[in-house]
Structures are given as structure tokens and as C-alpha cells.
């Protein structure tokens, strides 16, 4: 067991971060942790595109946490958290080290520099797992004195693979809900938590395609209803069958482009797709399935359904969601 | 997320322990981690009954990090290392706090008493998650000055449930390792680590059931050949059938005692039973089983078979072990 060494904290950094994987679409996902001698004083993550990145979240916590002050900004408003962090005394962090998933930021886009912001602040250590991937966007670790790259690297780059195979064609992730012993459907299986995740991931991505058996025999809605702030995505029904049923309650929901297909070619344009469905999907899908998102029930059910997809898989992270368990796996194929 | 708390600490020890569930069997297992003026210096857990108990453990360890030496003696040989941490100056650990999952004996068995020993070290703080539990033993904690009592104790008694079971009856665990699409056997899905987890469990008990069926169709010989230091279990096959195939290598094993009975009369004596089979075993058990083990390989696989078991679980903990997952539940039962 690791503890109290670089690999123990950015372990933290990159479990946090997972806690938002795809949910930051289309950013990557972020992880940081702050360290002042010796002790964590801040866990945080980048949440939503648009907003404050992992390492200015994680350093306003750790001036709450070393101030004993709450701070009263909107800290998810990235310039109102940078001119707050640029305004506290030099040196305030001087015995802080920070544990950042990705290189911090050179580029100035919607939200300013990390790179430029954590030069300022001086602190004792940057410690990164990985450089930052984009082209022209680099280079923000250079700026910084104390810097050590390269932490838990192979962990870090698992966490943004969506991320990198995004901006180059569909990154494809098949969602299946089931009971430990493989049973799907069968109506409501998740938690309440699994649902609203499944929800916030649909809110996000640019499609859902969803297999035509399952819409006939489930007549879903496939909104995102329980994301407070969600938004329906656009669907793909994958089928050769043309004429549909539009009292089938997707059919149903407002602003949403619903499109019929027994091609994939949507799968050719950079964007994030969501599949939903069952064993025929997955034979359907095959390879070019990236990665598994399996909300495991913690039941066992009379199980009468015949898989003849063979696959394997590579466990990438694991994590409690209410009663459930959420298992992220990569697809290596057969 | 919890973090430089005392939750986050007992936490890490829980986590810890867990890596030993069963393996300490008759002695429940334990967590430990030791913070010294804000640092976590130490992450220890009891390993096998006999030897040092988790407290001992991390405080060697914590010695250890705090003197930038490496301890000569056996840490595991529990009179030795109490000897040693006795022979250290006072108040060497006097800005140091211990977590530990359960609280520290005041019984002198096997191993000197730990609160005896804490109570001469006098660390800042002992901060316990579960109070002994056996009549007689408790009060460990009342020798100690600054002590505080049920941090996480809800997760530590999730942790010490098989040891409270196994001294009024059997406690029985029912392991499972199957495919992530609940696959069941189809020779030998698990990884090599999982492989030697079971045989280090087997290596334990006082009793593995297996069903008829399972010896018939895999003609298994049920060993701990994996575990270095590991003996072959006894096992009772459960069957009508009164006469076997001794061909069949778990016939062979020197030194076992093999049974065969239709009953599960030998659940009656307080014990630790593993239990390897199939759903007709599942469904033969019931309510009986206290616990599932699963093994999760990474892999859909064609799956034709029916369960026609029916029960809800309650996900207790979860691990990775090689490529796979490790997953605790308890039965609740349908």
C-alpha cells in the first residue's frame, strides 16, 4: 500500500476525477489535490465545461481549509476564482504542492491560463500526471519552476482516453444496467443514483443510439428527466425498420432530432455517442464499442436471456452509486 | 469528498483490512493507519491469527517512516515487535494519532494487549471504529486517555460481521466467479490472482461445500496449491448420491477429510464454510449464505445459462485483484 508519497495523492486526484468522467464534455475530465505540509487540505475536479478547471477549485478549497474562512464567490465562475486566488498575499501557498491529473492549461480559452495562474501563486511543487495532449496547448508545466511530470501517467491517460478519441471520430460508450449475475432489463434495476448518472451522461452527449428491439419492446422515453439541468439528446434508432410507432413516448420530447438508421455512419464525425440496448446491439456494435459502462445491480434474478457477444474487457475504474456499483471498462474485442 | 478527517483516515484503515477478510480467520480482521502531525506515516492490517495484531504493525511502520530506519526484527512476531516499541523513547509518537478499526485488546492471548501498549506510548489521539464486541475483552479503550469511539462504525462492523457470526454458528460464503455478463465457469475465467485468493481462503476454512453436480461435470480437485503455505480443505460434497468416482482428484488429497451428505447439518457448529458450486447450490442454501464472493472477469461470454435463483444482495466491498474485480456482498435475501 502506497501513502504519503506523490502516487498516494494524485491516486486521490484521479479517483475524484473519475467521479466526472464524460460528464465534462467536451473537456477532459480533471482531478487535483492540494497538499500544505503534508497535509490534504483540498480534493477537487473539474465539473462542467465552461467552468472553473480541477486546480482552481482545489486551490479555493485550500484556502478555505487553511484560512478557515468560507469563501463567498462562485467558485465554479473560472475569472471570478482566478481573481481571487491572483489576489491573496504572495506566498500564501508557499508550502503547498498540487497534484493535477493533466498538465495545467497555457491556453487561454473560455476560462484563463492554469498555467499562468499557478506560476503566480508560487508554489512549492506542481506535481502532473500527464502533459496536456493538445497541440499548441501544451507547454504550461515549462512556465513553472518546481514541476514533477509523469505521476500515475498510465492511470491519467486511461481517465482522458474519451477525451482524445473524441476529437478525432465517435468515442462510443455502451451503457448496460444489470443484476451481478448478467440479467438486463426487466424494468426498473438501478438506484435511484444510477438512474440520474445515466441521465447527466445523456444530457451531455451528442447522441444516443438505441436499438430498435429495445425501443418496441420497452417503449422508452430515453429523456434525461432526472437531471434537474439536463437536456434530451437526439436519438438514433438502429434499425432497418422504417415505419415506427410514434406514440413510442421518444418520439415525444421536444427539441429532439430522432433519426432511423441501419447504417453507423454517424459514428464517422468527432462526438460523443451513448448506446443503450442489449445483446444485439453489442454483436451489432462490436469493435467499434470503446468502452463499457456497466451499473451492476446488487442482485441475483432468474436469467433466462442467451448472450452471444464475446468480448473482453479491461476494468478501468470502479465506484459505489447508491446500492450500485458502476464498473468502467475498456472494449479490447475478442 | 471527506478529506483530513477522521473519517477519511478510518477509511483508508477499512480499506486495508479488508484486503485480509477471512484470512485472519479465528481473528477478525483489522485496519490501522497512523498520522503524525497531520501525515499519514503508516496503512497496516492484521494478516494472519498469531501474529501481530494491525496496531503493532502500523506503529512499526510508523517508526519506521518517522526515523528513516528499517526495523531488523520480525514485525509479525507479535512479542518482539511489542518489545521493540516499548524500548522506544517516550514520547516518540506523542504527536501521533492511531486509527484503528476495532478497538485495541485489553486481552492478553496470543499477543501482549495492545491497549497496554498504547497506553504507554501515549499518542496524541486513538481513534477506534468499533468497540470490542467480545464479552470480556472490551474495555481497552477505557485505559486510554484521549480516545474517540465509533468513527465509520457502520463500515467497520460491515468488516467484522463474518467474525461475529462464526462464534455462534457457521458462517458461510458463497463464491462466485464468473464472467462480467454472469457466465458461470468454462474452465478457469479467473486470474491468476483470484486463483490465489481462493486458495488462500480455502486454506482457512474449516470446511468447503461443493455440489454433487460441480465434482461430477468438472471432476475438480479443490486444493490450495496456489497458496505457498496453504493446506488442502476438507470438504463435504452435497448429494443423495452415497457412491462416488474416487478417480476424481479431490479423493486424493492427503490429509482431507472428504464427507458426503444430503444435509447441512454441519452449518450447526460455529465455523468458517466456503461454499463453491453453482445455482443449483445457490438455490440448495438459500438464506444460508451469508455472503457472496464474486469474481468478476473482464469478458461477455455466450451464456445459455438460467439461473433460477432469486435474491437481493447489498455490495459490501469492492477490489480490484489482477484483471479482475472482487466484489463483497451480503444475502438479504429474497
Request: hydrophobic share 40%; charged share 20%.
Amino acid at each position: 500500500m502506497l501513502f504519503m508519497n506523490d502516487e498516494f495523492y494524485m491516486q486521490l486526484a484521479i479517483d475524484e476525477a473519475w467521479e466526472y468522467q464524460l460528464l465534462t464534455y467536451p473537456n477532459p475530465p480533471v482531478g487535483a489535490v492540494v497538499v500544505c505540509d503534508g497535509k490534504i487540505v483540498a480534493i477537487e475536479a473539474h465539473r462542467k465545461a465552461g467552468t472553473s478547471h480541477a486546480e482552481v477549485l482545489a486551490l479555493v478549497r485550500a484556502y478555505e481549509a487553511l484560512s478557515g474562512e468560507t469563501v463567498s464567490i462562485d467558485r465554479y465562475d473560472a475569472h471570478a476564482a482566478h481573481a481571487f486566488l491572483r489576489g491573496l498575499p504572495a506566498g500564501f501557498f508557499a508550502a503547498c504542492t498540487i497534484y493535477v491529473t493533466l498538465e495545467p492549461c497555457a491556453h487561454e480559452g473560455k476560462t484563463p491560463s492554469c498555467a499562468s495562474l499557478l506560476f503566480e501563486l508560487n508554489l512549492e511543487r506542481v506535481v502532473v500526471a500527464h502533459p496536456d495532449p493538445i497541440a499548441g496547448h501544451g507547454g504550461g508545466a515549462n512556465r513553472l519552476g518546481n514541476v514533477t511530470m509523469g505521476v500515475l501517467e498510465a492511470q491519467a491517460h486511461d481517465l482522458i482516453t474519451p477525451f482524445l478519441i473524441w476529437q478525432e471520430r465517435a468515442f462510443v460508450v455502451f451503457k448496460l444496467a444489470q443484476t451481478l449475475n448478467g440479467r438486463i432489463g426487466g424494468g426498473y434495476l438501478s438506484s435511484q443514483e444510477s438512474l440520474e448518472h445515466v441521465h447527466r451522461i445523456r444530457s451531455v452527449v451528442d447522441r444516443l443510439i438505441i436499438g430498435g428491439g429495445t425501443v418496441r419492446t420497452d417503449r422508452p422515453t430515453l429523456d434525461s428527466r432526472y437531471d434537474p439541468e439536463g437536456r434530451a439528446p437526439d436519438v438514433t434508432i438502429f434499425s432497418g425498420q422504417t415505419e415506427w410507432d410514434h406514440t413510442i413516448p421518444l418520439f415525444d420530447v421536444e427539441g429532439r432530432d430522432v433519426q432511423i438508421s441501419d447504417t453507423l455512419a454517424c459514428l464517422d464525425t468527432p462526438s460523443l455517442i451513448l448506446v443503450e440496448g442489449g445483446d444485439g446491439m453489442l454483436g451489432a456494435l462490436g469493435d467499434r464499442i470503446d468502452w463499457m459502462l456497466t451499473y451492476l445491480t446488487p442482485k441475483l434474478s432468474p436469467n433466462e436471456i442467451t448472450y452471444n457477444t464475446t468480448t473482453t474487457l479491461r476494468f478501468l475504474h470502479t465506484q459505489r452509486i447508491g446500492v450500485d456499483l458502476m464498473i468502467w471498462s475498456q472494449n479490447l474485442g475478442d
